[in-house]
């Protein structure tokens, strides 16, 4: 799993989550939050889908990130040409194989598709650009159609095949297979892209990787078609805990923050409560026992370090789960004179009080006052 790259693409599959409308100021401003954490490449929609979006492309391609900057176009020569015109540095082409796709959508049979990419992907190196070939709903492709597509376009140099999971359907076990068996019939570089439909985005990224993937498609909280796809936070998250060294030295885990308050906002949705990282309680903790341990060594129930993310611990100590190691942690903060039996005392009151309403940690720490001054006024 070391050595992975990141494709960031919510500047093309995001543009393709339902509340998704990104001005070219706003396009500008994700590209170079992205560019600071240091992902690898910006993957942006196709010049054929717009104006807008072709000059899009010119203009993040003049930016001069240290990102590489693709764009995604259909298996087509017309949509090749109008690509490598904005001054990107490589091109996704992409086409269905799946008999689904092949039947209602675009028509065409597997010798046709072969011929078509060989053409582009031709062309495109021709030009010197770098260029990946997809193959669009793989895992409801026949194998021997995908295998002997991916041969014959390695054969001629392409950079990079991929591997879509344009549904959501595949499960880990598949994608280690697939990628597997992948491997040891190309000796170019794999890219894979998994949608998230059934919950499984981050763990086939993770399964591709360990069967020699060398390429994962990401975007900003996961937003892409319907539920979206593998999230850019959640895969750090996991690569860091594979792979502390690598992911800390080579992105910037501060700045994910940032760049998934920018997006939320432009695309009107907020920060699930539960998100990777920067979830408002992904680094809460709650119960006593949790918070005893916590407070000793963070290790004990955390895996992700918040400071290596930019974000901070919580120990939450107004509720009737709480435990009085907690609350002498919360007085000793606060430097108040009370003692491990008057912290005892306290968190059974706050226990039952919170067994009425949760209580804030104002509430708390105005109980814990009352004791401190009760003792005071009790020496005079
Ligand atoms: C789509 C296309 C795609 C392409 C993935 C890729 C998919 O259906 O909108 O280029 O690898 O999910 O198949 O996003
Ligand atoms: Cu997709």
Excluded at 59 to 66: A, E, P, T, Y
Excluded at 123 to 146: A, N
Excluded at 219 to 241: D, Q
Excluded at 271 to 293: L, M, R, S
């Amino acid at each position: 799993v070391n050595n992975f790259k990141i494709i960031e693409s919510t500047l093309r599959e995001g543009e393709q989550f339902a509340n998704a409308f990104f001005t070219t100021e706003k396009k500008v401003e994700i590209a170079k939050a992205l560019d600071d954490i240091g992902v690898d490449y910006l993957e942006l929609t196709s010049p054929a889908a717009s104006e807008q979006s072709r000059n899009d492309c010119t203009v993040i391609s003049n930016l001069g990130l240290k990102a590489k900057i693709l764009t995604h176009v259909r298996c087509h020569m017309d949509d090749a040409k109008l690509a490598i015109d904005t001054g990107v540095d490589g091109l996704d082409v992409v086409i269905g194989t799946s008999s689904f796709l092949r039947e209602f959508s675009h028509g065409k049979d597997m010798d046709y598709i072969t011929k078509q990419a060989i053409e582009v992907i031709t062309f495109i190196k021709s030009k010197g650009l770098e260029v990946r070939f997809s193959t669009e709903d793989s895992f409801r492709s026949d194998l021997v159609d995908l295998l002997s597509i991916y041969k014959a376009v390695d054969k001629i140099g392409v950079n990079r095949v991929g591997i879509a999971d344009t549904v959501g359907c595949a499960n880990p076990r598949q994608v280690y297979e697939l990628v597997k068996t992948l491997r040891s019939v190309v000796s170019c570089d794999i890219e894979c892209h998994f949608h998230n439909d059934t919950g499984c985005a981050i763990a086939n990224a993770y399964a591709a990787l360990e069967a020699g993937a060398t390429h994962i498609d990401t975007s900003v909280l996961g937003i892409g078609e319907r539920n979206g796809i593998t999230p850019l936070g959640g895969l750090l998250a996991r690569m860091y805990t594979a792979d502390k060294e690598y992911v800390t030295k080579k992105y910037d885990l501060t700045k994910i923050r940032e760049v998934e308050n920018i997006v939320a906002e432009a695309v009107e949705v907020t920060v699930p409560f539960n998100n990777y990282i920067t979830g408002y309680c992904a680094f809460t903790h709650k119960a006593g026992i949790h918070a005893k341990a916590i407070l000793n060594n963070p290790s004990t129930y955390e895996i992700l370090n918040p400071t290596d993310f930019g974000v901070t611990r919580y120990v939450s100590i107004g509720h009737r789960l709480t435990g009085w190691n907690a609350v002498k942690n919360r007085i000793e903060q606060l430097d108040l004179d009370l003692t491990d039996e008057d912290a005892k005392a306290v968190t059974a009151k706050i226990k039952q009080l919170a067994d009425v309403r949760p209580l804030s940690l104002d509430d708390v720490d105005i109980l814990l006052r009352s004791y401190h001054h009760a003792k005071a006024d009790g020496k005079h």
